[in-house]
């Protein structure tokens, strides 16, 4: 839907069938962070007009710089209350442990401007090698010690089933008590000769991801 205006966005998305969206507010994105006082409420205004609304919005936000507080400051007058933070990644030939102390510590100071703004910084766990949070238990570490109410997970069941195989049920058990927003996605296994395999995207319900996750959500509470 980014390629839409605000309004066709709502339309598209009350004809779906959905409640709301998930807002891409991030560079290259449908609002764009330097432009949020403007837009946002154009968005907002657009998709309540039609029943609509935003549940959570996708950004670059990483720790708390100046852009990062007003775009959370315009999403909290907005009435959004949770966001997705951006991906984090480890550096080659640096120490894991170290660079996590790092992360940590960037965290610690985002996690204390979304106690002043009100909202929920939701951390994505995502399958690839080199993101932090893959493989979940590094993601965990990072966020134990701060309230779940200023930083919990975004828990996406295809890259935990990419990353985990047939471990998801223990990552997701690791995390759900901090769990603000679920991604659902399924994939398939491909293979490219010479290079092996790599996670193919298809509709939900025709690929490896298992259905008892959404027993184990439901149960979770």
Partial sequence: LQDLSFDDTARVASEIGWD???????????VLPERVEDDLPKMVSALRARGQQVLVIATDVRGA?????????????????????????????????RQLDEIRA???????????????????????NGYVGSAVWDLHALIANIDPRQLGVHFD?????????????????LVQDRVGAVIV??????????????????PIGQGMIDPR?????????
């Fill in 20 to 30: 709301g969206i998930e807002l891409a507010l991030r560079a290259g994105g449908h």
């Fill in 65 to 97: 710089d100046p852009l990062s507080a007003r775009v959370l400051r315009a999403a909290a007058r907005a009435g959004i209350r949770l966001y997705r933070t951006g991906y984090f990644r480890y550096r080659d030939a640096v120490s894991i442990p």
């Fill in 106 to 128: 960037q965290l610690k100071d985002l996690a204390a401007l979304n106690a002043e703004v009100g909202v929920t910084g939701l951390l994505q766990n995502h399958s690839g």
């Fill in 157 to 173: 069941i295809g890259h935990a089933t990419v990353e985990g195989g047939l471990s998801w049920p223990t990552n997701f058990a």
């Fill in 185 to 202: 996605k399924d994939f398939v296994w491909s293979r490219t000769p010479g290079r092996g395999g790599a996670p193919a995207w298809c």
């Fill in 213 to 221: 996750f959404f027993a184990r959500l439901k149960a979770s509470g």
